[in-house]
């Protein structure tokens, strides 16, 4: 058998891996200021532009008329923006691990997210300045679980596949990174972590 290659790069999901988001807590902060339920809130906004959000063809304004238009609420941007990412907290117990990856693999986000939720969180984590490269679906034009956001992920890191190695909350998203040769992982906590990188001799 051919040995394992060894690990040159970490690609690192943002949403429940760096970052928390509680989408409950933010449909109830949504539902409060549109005066609806929180069940219908989440109901509404399920199809209202995320898809479009995150590939990029709504930009700050956009998602803004979008979700408020879907609760049938106008909110200034000012008041949208902060409410919008209200639901966000930083991963704390995560962070000093990544960070004691910097100059060790090449780190790379590789994020389904919108252009509001990138400005709210890029001040939070002042690490990502330390990795290697951002791929952003928003940025980019495609998302996860899209080949094309593995691949391109995989050419800013400079490595092969399987010479990576990728974490995601969503088994689906890891799924799909396996199937492009990656060596994928559910991120579940912090402990769980640590013994991922072990395994793969980190």
Known sequence: MAPVPAVKALLLDLGNVLVFHDNALL?????ARAGLAPRE??????GAGWTAANRGLLDAEGIRRDVCGALGVDLPMEQFAPLWSSHFTVHDAVLPRVEGLVG???????????????????????????????????EVG???PEPALY???LEKAGCAPDEAAF?????EFVDAARAL???GFVFTDAPAFDAQLKSLGL
């Open 142 to 144: 495609a998302v996860k």
């Open 27 to 31: 449909f109830a902060r949504l539902a």
């Open 41 to 46: 809130a989440g109901r509404r906004l399920t």
């Open 167 to 171: 974490f995601d909350d969503l088994p």
């Open 104 to 138: 060790r693999v090449k780190l790379v986000l590789v994020s389904n997210t919108n252009a509001l939720h990138v400005a709210y969180v890029k001040p939070l984590l002042p690490l990502l300045q330390r990795f290697d490269a951002l791929v952003l679906s928003c």
């Open 151 to 153: 691949r391109l992920a």
């Open 181 to 183: 040769g990656l060596r």
